[in-house]
């Protein structure tokens, strides 16, 4: 099929397949997709992204729902030498503005409900729009039907792009960080051998794919390891245990955990066929690793990643996995704790900035080569921007952010976004936007706003306005009122007064 000196990721993905009938995803309805028809499907959607104008280097934007299909649209992206832009689907018209004109791609791919909304946004950069539905239905695929399944997979370096994947920035404006095929492929092959995956896995997948864990993690390690997936649209808990028997290993964020928990059918009895529970996207708490334990009998092994570096640490596949932990540097993969302001390495326990080095780390943020230079050290290292220690044993602990971001329910939400908008609301003097600690999402999204004297503003009031300007996962939990935000002697607002004041707000 492909030469294997090809560096291009699906090439390393299915160049050595020796059974095209083996499973690789079955879908709630019954739907059974093997390896072969990933091939031949993915070979007539590149064929389809060739003709509507994808050239090697092209970016494509989707912003689709999670279905077979949509996974399959990525996988023929890269075999065509273009590069995958996931969005989430729950990004506004407002936003979708900024990463289209951005990342300026050929192609947009989108749910058909917003094809007309897009079309004016896609115009200022000369994109074509193509539709897909949630059932894998649209313009794509009906475009793709016509198509042969043959398709020479574009030759790719290591080093070349295979996807950029948006996050939140210090300054308020998004980063795209530029992925390169071999980031993908390193990282998941290190993966399938610590996590000890087999062909003989059934990966429970109910995480979206428009971001690291649901896409790259979840989908690369399982296609690697020949293993199958069973592809929920979404997190359904109930439908989750019910399928554990089948499978062998499930991968969510906290929320998952949380809420497997409050049902009384999550026991001993149906987690018995699972070999591994993995959480990542946000800090576990210590109490529902412990509580996790003690219902089923299996101990989570949580693992820290960014958006920018794919997985950096991993509790242990043998041996303990600490709660409050994220493990060790992964194999390839070198972390430090350094001082924040002059770098220097500090010693076992002591907290300060983390960072890191390998294959898994990017090359750099997409058209910003200043902020890049400023978040990559001289030697190689990049400065993750989150506070952590590591201990006498070896274990890397995340403290906090140094960038003042927000994780909810597993989505990175930067604060001074969401700050503006609430600013420019009437009535409104400021505002400071914090996470706060909740059982469910991680953080909470808390807005703390001033408003001026006399102005009839409340909780509903605020989030009205809000309402369509704002992805939900943005939206605050809750809104507070003060008469003024607390501040040091330089003025900055101290945010970790806020976050002291209101840490028991979504204590139940």
């Given at each position: 099929?492909?030469?294997?000196?090809?560096?291009?990721?699906?090439?390393?993905?299915?160049?050595s397949?020796d059974?095209?009938?083996?499973?690789?995803?079955?879908?709630?309805?019954?739907?059974?997709?093997?390896?072969?028809?990933?091939?031949?499907?993915?070979g007539?959607?590149?064929?389809?992204?060739?003709?509507?104008g994808v050239?090697?280097g092209?970016?494509?934007?989707?912003?689709?729902?999670?279905?077979?299909?949509?996974?399959?649209?990525?996988?023929?992206?890269?075999?065509?030498g273009?590069?995958?832009?996931?969005l989430n689907?729950?990004?506004?018209?407002?936003?979708?503005?900024?990463?289209?004109?951005?990342?300026?791609?050929?192609?947009?791919?989108?749910?058909?409900?917003?094809?007309?909304?897009?079309?004016?946004?896609?115009?200022?950069?000369?994109?074509?729009?193509?539709?897909?539905d949630?059932?894998?239905?649209g313009?794509?695929s009906?475009?793709?039907?016509?198509?042969?399944?043959?398709?020479?997979?574009?030759p790719?370096?290591?080093?070349?792009?295979?996807?950029?994947?948006?996050?939140?920035?210090?300054?308020g404006?998004?980063?795209?960080?530029?992925?390169?095929?071999?980031?993908?492929?390193?990282?998941?092959?290190?993966?399938v051998d610590y996590?000890?995956?087999?062909?003989?896995?059934?990966?429970?997948h109910?995480l979206?794919?428009?971001?690291?864990h649901?896409?790259?993690?979840?989908?690369?390690?399982?296609?690697f390891?020949?293993?199958?997936?069973?592809?929920?649209?979404?997190?359904d808990?109930?439908?989750?245990?019910?399928?554990?028997?089948?499978?062998?290993?499930?991968?969510?964020?906290?929320?998952?955990?949380?809420?497997?928990?409050?049902?009384?059918?999550?026991?001993?009895?149906?987690?018995?066929?699972?070999?591994?529970?993995?959480?990542?996207s946000?800090?576990l708490?210590?109490?529902?690793?412990?509580?996790?334990?003690?219902?089923?009998?299996?101990?989570v092994?949580?693992?820290?990643?960014m958006?920018?570096?794919?997985?950096?640490?991993?509790?242990?596949?043998?041996?303990?996995?600490?709660?409050?932990?994220?493990?060790?540097?992964?194999?390839?993969?070198?972390?430090?704790?350094?001082?924040?302001?002059?770098?220097k390495?500090?010693?076992?326990?002591?907290?300060?900035?983390?960072?890191?080095?390998?294959?898994?780390?990017?090359?750099?943020?997409?058209?910003?080569p200043e902020?890049?230079?400023?978040?990559?050290?001289?030697?190689?290292?990049?400065?993750?921007?989150?506070?952590g220690?590591?201990?006498?044993?070896?274990?890397?602990?995340?403290?906090?952010?140094?960038?003042?971001?927000?994780?909810?329910?597993?989505f990175?939400?930067y604060?001074k976004?969401?700050?503006?908008?609430?600013?420019?609301?009437?009535?409104?003097?400021?505002?400071?936007?914090?996470?706060?600690?909740?059982?469910d999402?991680?953080e909470?999204?808390?807005?703390?706003?001033?408003?001026?004297?006399?102005?009839?503003?409340?909780?509903?009031?605020?989030l009205?306005?809000l309402?369509?300007r704002l992805?939900?996962?943005?939206?605050?939990?809750?809104?507070?009122?003060?008469?003024?935000?607390?501040?040091?002697?330089m003025?900055?607002?101290?945010?970790n007064?806020?976050r002291?004041?209101?840490?028991?707000?979504?204590?139940?």
């Open positions: 099929m492909n030469s294997p000196a090809n560096a291009n990721l699906f090439s390393r993905l299915f160049g397949l059974d095209p009938s083996r499973l690789a995803i079955e879908t709630p309805d019954g739907r059974h997709i093997s390896y072969g028809d990933l091939i031949e499907r993915s007539q959607i590149a064929n389809f992204l060739v003709k509507r050239k090697t092209d970016r494509v934007a989707v912003q689709v729902e999670k279905s077979v299909e949509n996974l399959i649209l990525y996988l023929a992206v890269v075999r065509a273009a590069v995958y832009l996931p689907t729950a990004y506004t018209l407002n936003e979708l503005d900024y990463f289209v004109t951005d990342a300026e791609p050929s192609l947009v791919v989108c749910d058909p409900a917003k094809a007309e909304g897009l079309r004016a946004i896609a115009a200022k950069v000369g994109a074509v729009i193509e539709t897909l949630a059932d894998g239905k313009s794509l009906e475009g793709a039907d016509a198509e042969k399944a043959d398709f020479a997979t574009v790719r370096e290591n080093d070349d792009l295979a996807a950029i994947l948006y996050t939140s920035g210090t300054t404006r998004s980063k795209g960080a530029m992925l390169s095929h071999d980031n993908l492929a390193s990282n998941s092959r290190t993966l996590w000890r995956f087999t062909d003989k896995d059934v990966l429970i109910a979206p794919i428009y971001h690291t649901g896409l790259f993690v979840a989908s690369n390690v399982t296609l390891a020949r293993a199958a997936m069973i592809f929920l649209p979404k997190l808990p109930e439908r989750i245990i019910k399928l554990m028997p089948r499978a062998t290993v499930l991968m969510g964020v906290p929320t998952f955990y949380t809420r497997l928990l409050q049902s009384p059918n999550l026991t001993k009895e149906t987690t018995s066929h699972m070999r591994l529970f993995i959480s990542g946000a800090p708490l210590a109490e529902t690793h412990r509580e996790w334990s003690a219902r089923t009998g299996h101990a092994l949580e693992r820290y990643g958006t920018e570096t794919n997985m950096n640490t991993s509790n242990p596949y043998d041996g303990e996995r600490v709660p409050g932990a994220v493990g060790f540097p992964l194999p390839g993969v070198s972390a430090r704790v350094v001082d924040p302001e002059s770098g390495p500090l010693a076992a326990d002591e907290i300060g900035m983390i960072e890191v080095k390998g294959p898994n780390v990017f090359k750099g943020y997409w058209r910003m902020k890049t230079k400023a978040d990559f050290r001289d030697d190689g290292f990049f400065i993750t921007g989150d506070l220690k590591i201990d006498a044993k070896g274990y890397v602990h995340i403290v906090g952010r140094g960038k003042d971001l927000v994780i909810s329910g597993g990175n939400v604060p976004e969401i700050e503006s908008e609430i600013d420019a609301i009437d009535g409104v003097v400021e505002s400071a936007v914090i996470g706060v600690p909740h059982a999402f991680g909470g999204v808390t807005a703390v706003v001033v408003p001026q004297k006399g102005a009839k503003l409340d909780e509903a009031s605020i009205h306005a309402d369509g992805a939900k996962f943005k939206m605050p939990k809750r809104v507070l009122f003060e008469d003024d935000l607390p501040r040091n002697t003025g900055k607002v101290q945010k007064v806020l002291e004041k209101y840490k028991a707000l979504y204590a139940k």
